[in-house]
């Protein structure tokens, strides 16, 4: 059974975010014969027990500090107990590099998207004040470094261009316990509580992409593919490639023969000012919407697409109707992801798949203001001077970051 993460408050019932932990296989390559490790690990992630210690030095075992669970350790069993296996160098203020502490960043919008805002991440660490990088779904070894005050730790937080480490800030001996400063609110606690560290001193940005670890479209994708889903031309968007034969005009589908996660876009009426076409809906409701040939076209996708790659590879994405299409047509498929989507007053039977991601001032999504939200939804901040067009148009998502991961993709709601 794959292990699971959950993050809950007190009073959150369900779970407010629950994933799947991550199974990386070891990393190790046999210099000499080329072979790959054949071991897979979730605690720990990156490297299997045998050649975390070979190739870096470092085990999990059993923290020193009370109720913090595993910790990360200095460890070489070749070499006696106490021998100095990392080095501080005081005069160039660097210390030897341990581990990459890994995980996916997050902007500070999607952090508190994830667990509540004013609540903090157990396995977050902040690398400034606008990312955090997560560790919950992803417990690579480094993330296993438990938490000390900064005099008392041995070892810190590195954020360069590309890559975030652990690196020694003291002298670190066979047997030692690794710890970080994770910031001066960090409260080490009872399983349960929440984490207060939202004060890492960290001031380099972060500039580097997250994977689509887990399928989940990241805001960069989604605002490609939507964009795709206007453009008759475009036949790959990143590494997604058209499937020509099941595409229409108005529904694409697109697959990731790396992955095998598809997209099927739905699109709306007429570019970026199809909410002034939304009378069949607004008037005639979802009956009579159903009859339109656009949607049947959409259905005859929607179904095609399901049946030939299989409805948990399928995410259905839509921008206002085709939004709507998503909405109507997405509920069998692994999650629905709206942009902007066509409302009506008091109508819209919203899945638990579904993710909503609308512009505060868009009118075309506002006309239902009672339909039921989900946690994951997201609301983009309008500009004040900005048109109703432009506010209802997918570039408005230039505003998120363009890393955070949006949907279902490891997540799990119930
Ligand atoms: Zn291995």
């Known amino acids: 059974m794959p292990k699971r993460f959950e993050y809950s408050n007190p009073a959150d019932e369900p779970p407010r975010f629950v994933c799947q932990l991550e199974k990386l296989r070891c990393q190790h390559v046999n210099p000499k014969t080329n072979h790959h490790c054949r071991r897979y690990q979730i605690i720990g992630a990156g490297y299997c027990f045998q050649h975390l210690e ?18 990360l350790f200095a460890y070489d069993k070749k070499k006696p107990t106490g021998e100095i296996l990392f080095k501080y160098n005081s005069r160039k203020r660097r210390g030897d ?26 396995y977050s660490a902040y690398l400034n004040k606008d990312f955090e990088i997560d560790s919950a779904c992803l417990r690579a070894s480094g ?6 005050p900064r005099t008392y730790a041995n070892a810190r937080l590195i ?94 589908v697109y697959v990731n023969p790396k992955t095998g996660q598809t997209v099927v876009a739905h699109r709306g009426t007429s570019g970026f000012s199809d909410w002034l076409n939304n009378a069949v809906y607004a008037y ?41 299409q998503s909405e109507l047509l997405g509920d069998k498929s692994k999650e629905i992801i709206t942009l902007n989507k066509a409302t009506r007053p008091f109508s819209n039977t919203k899945h638990t798949n579904q993710t909503d991601i609308r512009t505060e001032k868009d009118i075309v999504s506002r006309l239902n203001p009672f339909q039921k939200k989900n946690e994951k939804d997201i609301v983009i901040p309008s500009n004040k001077k900005s048109s109703y067009v432009k506010e209802h148009g997918i570039d408005t998502l230039d505003r998120l970051d363009n890393h955070m991961l949006v949907g279902n993709g490891i997540m799990f709601y119930y």
């Open 54 to 71: 070979t190739d870096r030095h470092l085990k999990i075992a059993a923290s020193t500090v009370p109720n913090s669970g595993l910790g």
């Open 97 to 122: 590099f341990i581990i990459e502490y890994e995980g996916e960043v997050l902007s500070k919008l999607a952090g508190d998207q994830r667990y509540g805002k004013n609540n903090t991440a157990p």
């Open 143 to 148: 993330s296993l470094a438990n938490h000390k």
């Open 159 to 252: 954020v360069t261009g590309k890559n975030v480490y652990l690196e020694a800030t003291k002298t670190i001996r066979n047997g030692d316990e690794i710890f970080i400063d994770y910031g001066k609110d960090y409260n080490i606690g009872q399983e349960g509580d929440s984490y207060t560290h939202k004060t890492k001193n960290i001031r380099t940005h972060v500039h580097h992409a997250t994977t689509t670890r887990g399928g989940k479209l990241s805001v960069v994708d989604l605002k490609s593919l939507l964009h795709a889903s206007y453009d008759n031309k475009q036949h790959q968007v990143g590494d997604f490639h058209l499937d020509k034969e099941l595409s229409s005009k108005t529904s694409k």
């Open 284 to 324: 005639g409701g979802k009956k009579a919407y159903q009859y339109t040939p656009r949607y049947k076209e959409a259905e005859r996708v929607q179904h095609q697409a399901e049946a030939k790659y299989g409805k948990t590879k399928v995410s259905t994405i839509g921008h206002s109707q085709g939004g709507l």
